[in-house]
């Protein structure tokens, strides 16, 4: 009985301590299996576009052009952009850059009025884009190539990224992934960038949280009445002996 009551004691304060970070932990749980994460990064949003086919002799004229103007780089990636063949060239260090390879001039990093067009061209609909910013440092929200362009549409709180070197979306965000995100954060204890899931505090969160659930597992026999029936026959046992 003694070692019983010191169970029933971790195990309530135990369930005191961490009682609002486990109901955090199931309500988060819920959450993210309610959602795909197809969904929650709005892959679903994505225009269908087809595929763009590159001409290769313009192609290998502009970067016949390029080379003769003294452009260099560890690797080059041909592609369309807004109807035009573009080359990007990332050199072993520092921001790529990117060409029109029917003139040869660089195209990076991409204008505001380019960057509306990409993210307006990538979203599903006809949606406009209604607010536009520029961003120079990674926060919570976006963690991805720098600089980049922010363009928001009103529809479903959306935003989507376009990297001024590249002109590529990097990042799609809805009211739906921040609510997630957030609850992300919560979950894995890392409230400021949502990301670390080894912190100390989660990992003494989660020893204290299994050891509470030992104490319950040991507490279970008594709490079913198991154990006083067993007392009882033992008595029992014994006066007949």
Known sequence: MAGNGIWAKIHKWLALLMAVQIMLWFASGLFF?????????SEHAIAAAAAAPVPFDRAADGLLRLGSAGVTGERIEIRTLLGRTVALVSPREGR?????????????PISMASAARIAEADLA???????IARVT????????????????????GRSLYVAADSGL????RSTLWRVYDFLWGLHIMDWRHHEDFNTPLLMIATVLALAMAIAGI????????LT??????????????
């Open 137 to 156: 440092a990674n926060d919570s929200e976006y963690r991805g190539a720098l600089p980049a362009w922010r363009v928001d549409f009103a529809e479903a």
């Open 125 to 131: 609909g006809d949606a406009r884009a209604a607010r």
């Open 218 to 225: 040991v507490l279970l026999p008594s709490r079913l009445g």
């Open 33 to 41: 299996a309610m959602f795909p994460i197809e969904r929650v990064r």
């Open 228 to 241: 006083g029936g067993l007392r009882r026959r033992r008595i029992n046992r014994s006066a007949a002996g």
């Open 96 to 108: 790529p850059r990117l060409y029109d390879l029917a003139t040869g001039r660089r195209a990076s």
């Open 169 to 172: 979306v990097t990042a799609r």
